[in-house]
C-alpha cells in the first residue's frame, strides 16, 4: 500500500502529506549514501550549475554599471523575480510530469536529492582534516573549496575554524533549508530555494559591481533562511545529546547569547550552537578578500582550533542530520 503508485498521488494532483514526507525522506537518504556522483555531473550540467549559468547571462545584460543605483536595484530584483519563478515553474512542470508516472515520485526523489548537500559537505569537511593530517598546503587546498576567504594566509587554526564555521553554517544552506523548503512547498519549492541561494552566492555581495544590483538577492536570502537556520541551530543543539564529551546546555545557552552577535542574520544560530556545544570560539574578526571582517565572536571557549577538533565537529554534523531525518521520518509514520 505504501509504495502503490495509484494511491500515491491524491486525486488532485497535488502531492499528498504522505507523498511529500516519503519522497522527501528518500531524497535524503539518497543524498547520505551517494551524495554528488562526480561521474554524473562530467555527463549532465548539475542543476544548480544551469541556474548559476542563468543567472549570469541575466546578469551580463541587465547590471549595467553607467545606471542609477536605484535603476540597478530595481534590475537587479528584475533579475532575481524572473529567476525565481523561472526555477518554481520548473520545479511545477516537472512535479507534473513526474505524478503521472507510476514511479514518478522515486524519480523526483532522486532529483530532489542532488539539491541537498549533506552528504558532499561532510565529504568536503572531512578532505580538510585529512588534508591537514598531510600538511598546511594540502588543508589549505582541500579548504579552498568550502570558503570564501584566502586560505594562503590561514594557519592550522585558521583552516581548522574555517572548515568549521563551514560545516556549520552550511548545514543549514545546504541541507535543511532545502529540506525545510520542499516540506512546505515540494519539488516548486526546493528549486526556487536553489534559485535563491544561488542568487545570493553570485550577486549579493557588498562591493562596486553588486552592492546595488544584488541587494534584492541578499535580503531574499536572508528572509528565505530565517526560519531554516533558527531550525538548523536548534538539531545541533539537540545532536549535542548523541556526542560524547558534546554539552547541549552550553549549546542552547551559547546560541542564544551570541547567535545576535552575528553579521549574518543568520549564520550565528548554528556557528553559537556548535562552538557552545564543542567549548570552541567561532566567527569573530577575520579576513575576507583582504579586508577584515569585524564580526562577533560565537562561543567562549578555544578560538585556536586543532585540526583533531574537525572529528568533533563531523561528529556532532552527523548527530545533527540525524535530528533532521528522524524528524522527517517521525513525520512519515505519524500519517
Known sequence: MFLDPVLFWDEAGVGSARA?????????????????????YRLVPHPVVIIGGAIAALERLLNRQAETRHRRIVLGACCTL?????CAAAGLALHLLLRGL??????????????????????????????????????????RHIVGRDP????????????????AENFSDGFVAPVFWYLIFGLPGLLAYKAINTLDSMIGHRNARYEAFGKASARLDDL??????????????????????????????????DAPKHRSPNAGWQEAA??????????????????????????????????????????????????????VGAGLLSL
Not at 577584515?292 to 565537529?313: C, I, N
Request: hydrophobic share 55%.
Open 20 to 40: 511529500t514526507l516519503a519522497t522527501l525522506l528518500l531524497a535524503m537518504v539518497i543524498d547520505l549514501l551517494l551524495g554528488d556522483p562526480k561521474w554524473l
Open 82 to 86: 524572473s529567476i525565481l519563478l523561472a
Open 102 to 143: 507510476p514511479w514518478g515520485w522515486i524519480v523526483e526523489a532522486i532529483l530532489a536529492s542532488s539539491l541537498l548537500a549533506f552528504r558532499s559537505l561532510y565529504d568536503a569537511v572531512r578532505a580538510v582534516a585529512k588534508g591537514l593530517e598531510e600538511n598546511l598546503d594540502a588543508g589549505r587546498a582541500a579548504v
Open 152 to 167: 594562503e594566509s590561514l594557519d592550522e587554526a585558521g583552516i581548522t575554524r574555517a572548515a568549521a564555521e563551514s560545516a
Open 224 to 257: 528565505a533562511n530565517f526560519l531554516p537556520a533558527r531550525l538548523a541551530g536548534l538539531f545541533i543543539v539537540l545532536g549535542a545529546l548523541l556526542v560524547p564529551g558534546a554539552s547541549m546546555k552550553k549549546a542552547w545557552s551559547t546560541m542564544l547569547r
Open 274 to 327: 556548535l562552538a557552545g556545544a564543542l567549548g570552541l570560539a567561532l566567527a569573530g574578526p577575520r579576513h575576507y578578500g583582504g579586508q577584515v571582517v569585524d564580526d562577533g565572536w560565537m562561543g567562549d571557549g578555544r578560538s585556536t582550533l586543532r585540526a583533531g577538533d574537525l572529528a568533533k565537529v563531523l561528529d556532532l554534523y552527523l548527530a545533527a542530520g540525524g535530528v533532521a531525518f528522524a524528524v
